[in-house]
């Protein structure tokens, strides 16, 4: 047994902290916090000092009790998770259920896992910090009010399985203002005018006028003007510019950044970014701070200065502009600067190549400009065109990197060709464009953190998780909105001649921007009517302002908490006494056959349309709504065609087609066989030749491909992407091979290998009692009999597991059958 015992968080951690120890260090990974609030309670003692109840769940057991004998051992433990809120608290947890003596026990942080960073933080340990403990408790504690009180309301107002959240609802808010503000917003069209203009010597540029006509009669006119016009270079000014690099990345800038560059959700960019860092190749990643320490600034200039020269480096202070930064004291950088790339994998090699470039351009010189501005006359009327050119100079830092924009069109200014003023220019083409403005744009998750980030909600290490639960919630879904097709209007002017043309354009399309459901408009709209306060902007920042208070030791955790409950209990008690139900209910007509109402609202199993009142004795009529309509779009007459399901579209083979909606979607039924339509199609717009192409593609699908040891192989796409499926085993094909042309040498790889993967992910096999122990994921393991499956926790001796334990766990899962006693025939 070793002298010390270091407990981290992650066994990555772990892993890569071993290396740098020597053989009196052992280190441990707690896998994360310990002890949290109870899953099925509330876990906050609300009628006195709000001391929460800490508890270690069933899959930590076993860890805590090795955690615990070696720490016994030991004669010291040194207490090594994050240097954040979140890592104090584990740190704080470890000591507390642990029983670790305060005279043996150390508490070392470091924002980097290098070899001189974890060297330094053993020659310096300190203690546990119990503001930042509290900090973390305060936000734990409050957020599980806000939740468990919360919660409760919505499934007696709105629906059951509904969750509310402080941070995770004002994200919704904001998705779903957005999107009302895009609904309600009107275009309002003018005519661009932009010009090609070839100069003395022959080169072609382009030019626009400064303002927008705002009819097109007045373009109009002002392109008959120009009819014979001269047009002549009236002035033209060059200007040196110059641009300086974006700062080193923090945690928000990180994901909106890797959103642009490389496509990343921000839950992904967090786990490639852990995953760095556990390997020691990135400092901390969940920060604030822009500032780089002296170390590596001197490590980026030496690496500049060799790389690209002296006249490229150029050392700079960054200055924090967070309100409230508070997590680790470094900007997110490399742990060796001279490392440019690495090799893990493909996802993690880009995120660092993009850490690394933004990190070096940071530190490199700025990027001088020639700027050339040209305005053009002309002898016709007095409105004058500009033309602006963009030249480089100097590279500077953009020889590595220059950071990207939020922008779908940013005018990018181009070369233009060498003039001088009163040069003649001749005129190619001048246009008249009708243009719109343009709504809001809808929010990226890399916008949203932004956003939420500029409102001082949430912090870096929330901001993932709170995106990830408002889209498992099915509050806010990564939307294809198809947009509408608009007409527009182009004059032209060439050779003097005026011609017209009409074009078109789809307005409002969209593809993977965040969008509200309509579980999420209702849910939105019920809280921001009963709970403005929770929901307000300023608030929720005002909350996150007091926890840095509590960190900094400036205000007590229990006060501020006793403060907000007292208040907020009383409206939540009001609320779920008096308020109305929520349903988002809207009155679309009345239908003729009956004369009874039609409605469109929220049921038990989603939107729908209702004909009739709940109260009426013949019951009402429902129907669910489809594809991407929703409770705010769908019309009367869409709503009442939903009414004609299932409908008969004859007959093909002999045999009837119907197109009907199920629970889990409109379908084809044909020959005893269901084919679901495309994702979104509208069932009332399928006909018969649509049927019968779906049939065929379906039996086409369906049809043997090939066999393998006397057995057929199938193939087709599911939502995990392309398979083949042979003796009931459904097998993913990557992108290695050539889905459309399978080869029969390519299925029986595909099927070897995946027999070879199903023998090594095999432990034990009891085929006795037909139970089978097999390796999951995550280092964890699954008990599998037939359809029951059982999670062990990664600290089982999985190796050491009996038949017997193995029935056990199978037997504990198992539904018992519900048995009914029989009346007794016996007389009294």
Known sequence: MAKNLVIVESPAKAKTIEKFLGKDFQVESSFGHIADLPSKELGVNVEGDFKPKYIVSTDKKAVVKKLKDLAKKAETVWLASDEDREGEAIAWHLAEQLKLDENKTKRIVFHEITKKAILKAVENPRDINYNLVNAQQARRVLDRLVGYELSPVLWRKVKGGLSAGRVQSVAVRLIVERERSIEEFTPVASYRVDAEFINAEGKKFKAKLGKNFETKKEAEEFLNSCINADFSVADLQKKPAKKSPAPPFTTSTLQQEASRKLGFPVAKTMMMAQRLYEAGLITYMRTDSVNLSDDAKNAAQEEITDSYGAEYSKPRNFSTKSKGAQEAHEAIRPTNMTRHEVSVDYDQDRLYSLIWKRTIASQMSDAKLERTAVKIDNNKNDKQFNANGEVITFEGFLKVYLEGTDHEEEEQAGMLPKMKVGENLENEFITATERYTRP????????????????GIGRPSTYAPTISTIQRRQYIEKGTVEGLERNYAQLKLTNNKLSEKELTERVGSDKGKLVPTDIGNIVNDFLVANFDSILDYGFTAKVENEFDEIAEGKEDWTAMIKEFYNNFHVVVEDVAANAERASGQRLLGIDPESGKNVYVRLGRFGAMVQIGEATDEEKPKFASLQGDQTLSSITYEEAMDLFKLPKTLGDYESKEVVVANGRFGPYIKFDGKYVSLDKGENPMSVDMDRAIELIEAKRKADAPIGEYEGMPIQKGVGRFGPFIKWNSIFINVNKKYDFDNLSQEDLEELIEDKKRKEREKLIHN???????????????????????????????????????EAVKLIEAKTPKKKTTKKKSTKKK
């Open 440 to 455: 809001p744009a809808r929010f990226t998750e890399a916008v949203l953190v932004k956003r939420l980030e500029e409102l």
């Open 766 to 804: 009891f085929e006795e009692v037909g139970i089978r122990v097999e390796k999951a994921r995550w280092g964890r393991f699954n008990v599998i009999k037939g359809k029951i499956k059982v999670e062990l926790p990664k600290t089982t001796e999985i190796e050491k597991m009996t038949q017997e």
